[in-house]
Protein backbone atom coordinates (compact mmCIF):
# COMPACT_ATOMS: atom_id res chain seq x y z
CA UNK A 1 0.00 0.00 0.00
CA UNK A 2 1.20 3.18 -0.77
CA UNK A 3 2.29 5.89 1.85
CA UNK A 4 -0.29 8.63 2.16
CA UNK A 5 0.75 12.30 1.29
CA UNK A 6 -0.03 15.83 2.85
CA UNK A 7 0.99 19.56 1.99
CA UNK A 8 2.16 21.83 4.19
CA UNK A 9 3.97 25.25 4.16
CA UNK A 10 7.46 25.92 5.85
CA UNK A 11 7.53 29.83 6.86
CA UNK A 12 10.08 31.90 8.15
CA UNK A 13 10.34 35.99 8.04
CA UNK A 14 13.04 38.55 9.03
CA UNK A 15 12.46 42.19 8.44
CA UNK A 16 12.26 42.56 5.06
CA UNK A 17 12.55 39.21 4.12
CA UNK A 18 10.05 36.15 3.90
CA UNK A 19 10.91 32.65 2.86
CA UNK A 20 7.81 30.39 2.26
CA UNK A 21 8.52 26.62 0.46
CA UNK A 22 5.17 24.64 -0.65
CA UNK A 23 6.54 20.73 0.57
CA UNK A 24 4.77 17.70 0.21
CA UNK A 25 5.37 14.78 3.20
CA UNK A 26 4.39 11.67 4.10
CA UNK A 27 1.22 11.75 6.55
CA UNK A 28 2.59 11.31 10.11
CA UNK A 29 5.13 13.19 9.42
CA UNK A 30 6.28 16.07 12.33
CA UNK A 31 7.02 19.55 12.48
CA UNK A 32 10.92 19.00 13.49
CA UNK A 33 10.79 16.66 10.57
CA UNK A 34 8.80 18.91 8.17
CA UNK A 35 11.37 21.70 8.52
CA UNK A 36 14.59 19.42 8.40
CA UNK A 37 12.86 18.19 4.94
CA UNK A 38 12.30 21.39 3.85
CA UNK A 39 15.77 22.94 3.77
CA UNK A 40 14.99 26.08 5.19
CA UNK A 41 17.55 25.91 7.36
CA UNK A 42 20.21 26.43 4.31
CA UNK A 43 18.36 29.40 2.64
CA UNK A 44 18.25 31.53 5.91
CA UNK A 45 21.08 32.97 7.61
CA UNK A 46 23.48 30.76 10.11
CA UNK A 47 22.82 30.37 13.39
CA UNK A 48 19.13 32.42 12.70
CA UNK A 49 17.43 28.85 13.69
CA UNK A 50 19.31 29.14 16.84
CA UNK A 51 16.78 29.46 19.73
CA UNK A 52 13.57 29.74 17.32
CA UNK A 53 10.50 27.87 18.46
CA UNK A 54 7.78 26.66 15.86
CA UNK A 55 3.84 26.93 15.68
CA UNK A 56 1.32 25.90 13.56
CA UNK A 57 -0.69 29.19 12.09
CA UNK A 58 0.13 31.18 14.99
CA UNK A 59 -0.08 28.46 18.03
CA UNK A 60 3.21 27.49 19.52
CA UNK A 61 3.55 23.57 18.82
CA UNK A 62 6.33 21.15 20.24
CA UNK A 63 8.85 19.21 17.69
CA UNK A 64 6.97 15.90 17.90
CA UNK A 65 3.47 17.59 16.79
CA UNK A 66 2.62 15.76 13.49
CA UNK A 67 1.50 18.20 10.84
CA UNK A 68 -1.53 17.63 8.61
CA UNK A 69 -2.64 18.60 5.19
CA UNK A 70 -2.72 21.94 4.73
CA UNK A 71 -0.75 23.00 8.13
CA UNK A 72 1.63 26.26 8.08
CA UNK A 73 4.44 25.39 9.96
CA UNK A 74 6.22 28.69 11.58
CA UNK A 75 9.58 29.45 12.92
CA UNK A 76 9.40 31.86 15.22
CA UNK A 77 12.38 33.84 15.80
CA UNK A 78 13.57 34.95 19.61
CA UNK A 79 12.42 38.49 20.74
CA UNK A 80 15.31 41.30 20.19
CA UNK A 81 13.88 43.13 22.92
CA UNK A 82 10.53 42.37 25.12
CA UNK A 83 7.16 44.02 23.89
CA UNK A 84 6.62 45.52 26.98
CA UNK A 85 10.00 47.64 27.16
CA UNK A 86 9.17 48.29 23.62
CA UNK A 87 5.90 50.03 24.04
CA UNK A 88 7.76 51.67 27.12
CA UNK A 89 9.94 53.58 24.97
CA UNK A 90 7.35 54.22 22.56
CA UNK A 91 5.21 55.65 24.95
CA UNK A 92 8.33 58.51 26.58
Known amino acids: MAERMIRAQVVYAEAGQQTKLEILLVEGTTVRDAINAS ?3 AMIPEGSMDG ?10 APDHVVVHGDRIEIYRPLTIDPMDARRRRAR
Open 52 to 61: CHWGIFARKV
Open 39 to 41: GIA
